[in-house]
Each structure stands twice: as C-alpha cells, then as structure tokens.
C-alpha cells in the first residue's frame, strides 16, 4: 500500500468517524524573534550548550526565563526544570585493542583506522578473547523468510556482522532490520557476547544527519571524541539495554577483507548481501577484544513549560512540542575554532520552540488540550533527556496524545514542501496534510533512513506509543534560483556537528523559519482542538514490533 493511498484512506475514514475539528486560528508569529533566540543560544556565551556544562546551563536558564515572561506554568514543584541524572561515559584510547589470531597468523588493527570501540556503560576495562562466526546482517526476520543465522551458531562467540538490510527488503522492513537495537537485541537471542560492526556506504543505517556527502566510516572518525550518556534510572543503574554483549566495535569497510578468510572473501559476501542471501559461517581462530571507557555521574536538566488547555476533559491530555537543547560544547578545534555553537543543530529548533510557547500563550482563546514545551537535554546524547521524561516525567506518558519534533529543522531558506518524518506511520499525517494543503504546501517523505522513526529524537516516542511527527524543510526552493538540495547537502558535509555550525556560516533563513512554525503551530492547534487522539497505523512495522 502506498504511502499517499494509505494518507488518503485514513483522511477519508477520520473525516467519516470524528468529529470535525476546530477551526484554523490565526497566528502572529516573528521571525525576528526565531532569529534572536537561535543568535543567543548559539553564540560564543554558551560554549556550544554541551550536556551538563555551564553553557547548557546558561541555555536553559534562557528557556525557563521565556518560558516564565510567557506565562507558561511549571510541570512540578521543582519549577520548569526537570533533573535528569547521567552516567557519561568516553572511550579511552590506549585501553582499546583489537587483534585476530588465526593459521599461525597474529593480525593487530588500529584504533580509528580500522576499528572504533563503543562506551561500556557497567564495567571497565573489559578484555574478552573468544572464537568467531559471520552472521551477514544480523537479521532474523520470519515474515520475509529471511535468517542470516540459520547456518552458523553464534553462541559464546564474538559475531561480525553488516551495517544495514538487504535492499530487497520492502522500505519500512529495512528500516526497522537496518536499526542497530533490533540487530543487538538478535545477537542477543542468539547468545553472541560482542559484536563486530562492518559499516557500509549504501544509505543502510546513515545518521541523523540523513544524506550520504562522505563515507561513513570518515563521519564515525569525526565524532568519536563525542561521549555518549545514559540516563539513571531508580534503583541509580545506567540504563542500557545491551549489557550482554560485552564490546561493540564499529569496523572500517576498507579494511574488512582482512576478516575474511580460509575461502570466505570479503568480495563474496559483498555479493551476497547485494543479493539479498542470508550468510553466515564460523571463522577460524579467535579474536581479542580490548576496551576502557572513563564513566562519571553528571546531570543535567529538561525545561518544561505547559499551556493549561480550555476543555475541562481534554486539559488533562497534552500535544508535546520539542527540540534539544544541548550541542556539543567545546571539542577538537577546527581551523583554530574549537566551539561547536550548534546553529542549525539545534539552536534554530529551540528557537522556533519558543516562538510557538509565546504565541500559544498569548492567544485570546486556548486549545482544548494542554500543550507541553520541553527544550530537551541529552538530545545529542542518545535522546536521554527525552526519554527521562516519558519515563519518570511529572505527565503521565498515557496522557501525551501525540508528539512535534522540531529537532534539526534546516530552514536554510524557503520551500514549496515540507519534510513529515514519521508523517506516514500515524493519523498525525493526516493532519499534517491537511495543514500544508491549505498553506499551499506539499508533504514530502524523505528519500533516505533520515526519515526513520528510528532517529534517536523520535525513537523515545514510537517506544512510549505516542504517535510523533518531525517537522523539516523541504527539497524545492521557493526561490526560482535556489537550491534547497544542494543547500542541506552543503550544511551536512561541511557543518554538521562542527564548530562551523553557527551564526556566520550556517545561518538560518529567519522567513523560512517562520513559516515551517507556522506549519506546526497549526498542526498543534489541530491535535489540539480535535475530540479523537492520534492513532499509530497497523501497518507501522517499527511500532507494531515495539509495542508487542
């Protein structure tokens, strides 16, 4: 079933079974005031709002305060900010070690050019030496009468396995196959106890960022001084939820063939995975794997402000509106600048956020349901600060009806469209359609895993079952001569999570900020005032398969 089939039955059928929903309201949005709040939160002063440090704290005392001259009401007692306790973790270099004893042969590789060891949230260091089998993707997918371990027993061994899905496998099937936490979860099953991670350059598992301008073997390099972070949960664990697999590593594609042998080549099974075969087979010798990660307790905080609704009934269910706050701080310098200010990853977010708590609040009539604005922490570090708050927030996650996602809006400059990530796997699209289609604006879908559900700002959502929706600008400039395309294509090569993200070179267009706002803004309004919930579709596979 097609993607438009599929949005025209559902408006069909709502139109049919709910009650018509509230007329449009008029909003008066500024984009002047998108751009002074995304100038401020990106500027110097904040050192680039890493997670836990003074420049984020800076950012969300600026938010609490717009939130507070907006008349927003705090969630709790605890004011507007919500603590969310932290385990950061950041692999150590010469703890880290990776070495393959096979036919007599003793075969080191070399951290970052060949390999790339994941954070060990429990215990450092962590030294396993074990044998070793190739599992193709790492997929067990009975409905597709596919299992790359129907040939090899990865039981006690470390598993080498292939970044991505086959391409034969129908898209919403490749998406949830390619997600690296159903792959762990598998292994798992299948009792491997570390897994190693072939990357690959065929749009399979990309980043956040989306489109493929480099390898992405160049962008996991470039980011591995990031650390990465895990929420506390009650009984004050990290929690990660791949404790048994001891070691994870991510392989460079280029040195793979080195992998492969006793007649299994790295060419065979390149063919065989274009070709959509399941593979696997024991590899001879064993592998020793060494990793050491530096752990320490931080915390941060969420800002959450609510917007009481107008219905005495529907003011206890809430339309959640967000963008993370944080970036990445100060890291390795870059043409003498070491502060990642985060222009467009994701101050403009936060910005356009803002903008819509103040025009909410100032409207003459409310919507019948309460709005809740959360400027999230650890949005670059595994969404932890928006899955705190579903989990341990002071909202019922059973009360928050549907979700707006303005993480990484790119309004580099005005379009004819409007990317819906997530658009097509609930009603949220139909309304979402019908918005853009009295602006004159089309709904596109994006072409590559950017537009995953899978995305760590939107995952915490589809996990929670609440039914999310991010916003982006389009693919068609407006604008006879512009380049919307080329455009994004600039920003994710050349500025993505680097200190160049910021007012000067990755500078927003604060009219086509505007007018994305506006397109939430009235997809909210809509949520909002309509007496029937969001509803995830039955054929959303990566929900369906979460939910169970």
């Given amino acids: 079933m097609s993607k438009l089939y599929t949005l025209v039955l559902s408006l069909?059928?709502?139109?049919?079974?709910?009650?018509?929903?509230?007329?449009?309201?008029?909003?008066?949005?500024?984009?002047?005031?998108?751009?002074?709040?995304?100038?401020?939160?990106?500027?110097?002063?904040?050192?680039?709002?890493?997670?836990?440090a003074r420049g984020y704290d800076l950012a969300a005392a600026y938010v609490a305060t717009q939130f507070?001259?907006?008349?927003?009401?705090?969630?709790?007692?605890?004011?507007?900010?919500?603590?969310?306790?932290?385990?950061?973790?950041?692999?150590?270099?010469?703890?880290?070690?990776?070495?393959?004893?096979?036919?007599?042969?003793?075969?080191?590789?070399?951290?970052?050019?060949?390999?790339?060891?994941?954070?060990?949230?429990?215990?450092?260091?962590?030294?396993?030496?074990?044998?070793?089998?190739?599992?193709?993707?790492?997929?067990?997918?009975?409905?597709?009468?596919?299992d790359d371990f129907a040939s090899v027993d990865v039981q006690g061994r470390i598993a080498i396995i292939l970044e991505g899905a086959p391409k034969k496998f129908k898209p919403s099937l490749r998406d949830y196959y390619s997600w690296r936490d159903a792959k762990y979860a598998n292994l798992i099953r299948h009792g491997a106890i570390a897994v190693v991670e072939i990357m690959r350059d065929e749009g399979g598992a990309e980043s956040n960022a989306g489109e493929q301008s480099y390898s992405a073997w160049d962008r996991a390099t470039s980011a591995s001084w990031i650390s990465d972070m895990r929420r506390v949960n009650a009984d004050d664990e990290a929690v990660e939820p791949f404790a048994e697999l001891k070691i994870k590593l991510r392989f460079n594609p280029d040195k793979a063939s080195r992998l492969f042998i006793n007649g299994h080549s790295w060419e065979q099974v390149l063919n065989a995975a274009n070709a959509g075969t399941p593979q696997g087979f024991v590899l001879p010798g064993t592998m020793t794997l060494n990793t050491t990660t530096g752990l320490r307790r931080t915390e941060s905080s969420n800002v959450v402000g609510v917007l009481t609704g107008a219905d005495p009934d529907l003011r206890r269910e809430y339309v959640l509106v967000m963008a993370h706050l944080d970036h990445l701080g100060r890291g390795a310098a870059v043409n003498g600048d070491n502060i990642y200010n985060g222009m467009q990853q994701n101050a403009t977010g936060v910005a356009m956020m803002l903008e819509l708590a103040r025009e909410f609040a100032a409207m003459p009539q409310r919507p019948r349901r309460s709005i809740l604005f959360v400027a999230a922490t650890a949005g670059d570090r595994s969404a932890q600060g928006i899955q705190h708050l579903l989990k341990a927030g002071p909202i019922p996650v059973n009360n928050i009806v549907a979700a707006v996602s303005l993480d990484l809006p790119l309004p580099l400059m005005q379009t004819s469209d409007v990317l819906g990530i997530g658009a097509d796997q609930s009603t949220l699209g139909v309304a979402l359609s019908g918005v853009l289609q009295k602006?004159?604006?089309?709904?596109?879908?994006?072409?590559?895993?950017?537009?995953?559900?899978?995305?760590?700002?939107?995952?915490?959502?589809?996990?929670?079952?609440?039914?999310?929706?991010?916003?982006?600008?389009?693919?068609?400039?407006?604008?006879?001569r512009g380049d919307m395309r080329a455009a994004r294509q600039e920003y994710l090569q050349n500025h993505f999570n680097q200190p160049s993200d910021d007012a000067s070179n990755a500078a927003m267009d604060a009219e086509a900020a505007k007018e994305l706002d506006m397109v939430a803004a009235q997809l909210m309004w809509s949520v909002a005032n309509t007496a029937t919930r969001p509803v995830w579709y039955r054929s959303s596979t990566l929900h369906n398969k979460l939910r169970r």
């Fill in 12 to 52: 069909l059928l709502s139109l049919i079974a709910a009650p018509l929903m509230a007329a449009d309201t008029e909003f008066q949005l500024n984009g002047n005031a998108i751009q002074a709040h995304a100038d401020f939160l990106a500027s110097d002063l904040l050192e680039g709002r890493a997670t836990g």
């Fill in 68 to 146: 507070r001259q907006f008349g927003l009401k705090p969630v709790s007692g605890n004011g507007y900010m919500q603590r969310v306790p932290l385990v950061e973790a950041t692999v150590v270099l010469p703890g880290s070690g990776m070495v393959f004893k096979h036919d007599n042969v003793i075969d080191s590789f070399e951290y970052s050019n060949d390999y790339l060891p994941a954070a060990n949230f429990y215990t450092s260091p962590v030294n396993l030496t074990a044998p070793v089998a190739f599992a193709g993707y790492g997929i067990t997918a009975p409905e597709l009468d596919y």
């Fill in 439 to 480: 602006m004159s604006l089309r709904l596109v879908f994006p072409e590559s895993t950017e537009g995953s559900l899978t995305n760590n700002e939107l995952l915490p959502f589809v996990q929670a079952g609440v039914p999310v929706v991010a916003l982006r600008s389009g693919v068609h400039a407006r604008a006879v």
